[in-house]
């Protein structure tokens, strides 16, 4: 009888153990009046929905600049306990696990900059030895260079669709024909 795996020679998923955080997808304070979702579905290369990505969200505030406040994931130094956002605050900072069904969803703000605003994301998911970057973009926000030099079809992954009281819409497919536009950085 062979061991079993241990995480040094498996690819995850791993990510529902410890990087999680209570109301980790809360990035707006609770009542927030400007507050917008953004919700969706991370698919695999076969259509099927993963149930066990994790995803980061990064942004400005509406006013452009990025929050200099203590962070989403504060511990007591008492306890030693997790304190979390204190509640009053915008962060810029998420992280959110898909659910059993592959679905995930953020309530933040709208982000602002000087020039066209976006979320930056970052995917982790079981088969990736990597995580990716991908960013989300709202159609009523122009587009920018990274936009412009796309085909249509491809920056459309990249454009979250709107719905109804402030939510909008923004799948991830990891592969395939209507593979998100992922980003390198060097």
Same mark, same amino acid.
């Given at each position: 009888m062979s061991p079993l795996? #241990?995480?040094s020679h498996t690819i995850g998923p791993f990510y529902g153990h410890a990087l999680p955080f209570p109301e980790g997808g809360q990035v707006a304070p609770? %009542?927030?009046?400007g507050a917008i979702?953004?919700?969706g579905y991370v698919y695999d290369g076969d259509g099927a929905t993963v149930p066990d990505a994790l995803i980061?969200?990064?942004q400005a505030g509406p006013d452009g600049a990025f929050p200099q406040v203590p962070g989403s994931m504060r511990?007591?130094?008492?306890t030693g306990g997790f304190v979390g956002r204190d509640g009053v605050h915008f962060t810029g900072f998420g992280r959110v696990p898909t659910d059993k069904d592959g679905h995930y969803a953020l309530r933040t703000?709208?982000?602002g900059a000087p020039e066209v605003p976006y979320i930056s994301v970052c995917v982790f998911a079981r088969g990736l030895t990597h995580h990716l970057f991908t960013r989300v973009y709202f159609p009523e926000n122009g587009e920018d260079a990274l936009l412009a030099s796309l085909t249509p079809e491809r920056r459309g992954t990249l454009v979250a669709?709107?719905?109804p009281n %402030? #939510?909008?819409r923004f799948d991830i497919h990891l592969q395939g024909d209507e593979e998100t536009v992922f980003l390198a950085f060097d």
């Open positions: 795996p #241990t995480p609770a %009542g927030h009046p979702n953004v919700h980061e969200f990064w511990r007591d130094p008492s703000l709208p982000p669709d709107p719905e %402030g #939510t909008y």
